[in-house]
């Protein structure tokens, strides 16, 4: 479970695996923001943002313009057994470090 971030370089990408829900929601947010890292779920997000802008009704409320907006999308759900691929950059390790007894983290 444990990750030596002295030995990442910048640009590997990392296989990561949740092995243990996290126990505060601090932790659970940290792990869904690196899970929206992923190039899948990024590319998902993107798509879901531009349907969402395109579904988006503009309406006149006493002579102004009103937006009804949808609610943003889900795409990534923390359970255990969840893996993703993760860019690594620097400012990653913080995080890595933080979320170590939660995800395993591969090289590959």
Request: a positive charge; one cysteine or more.
């Amino acid at each position: 479970m444990s990750v030596d971030v002295s030995k990442l370089k910048p640009g590997q990408n990392l296989q990561c695996v949740i092995e243990k829900l996290p126990r505060t929601a601090d932790q659970t947010s940290t792990i869904a923001r690196l899970m929206r890292m992923d190039p899948t779920n990024k590319r998902a997000l993107k798509r879901a943002q531009r349907m969402r802008k395109q579904r988006m009704v503009v309406y006149n409320r006493g002579n102004r313009d009103w937006v009804s907006r949808e609610h943003p999308a889900k795409v990534v759900h923390v359970g255990i057994g969840e893996k993703w691929t993760l860019p690594y950059s620097l400012d990653l390790a913080h995080d890595l470090v933080a979320i170590q007894g939660f995800v395993g983290v591969k090289v590959g």
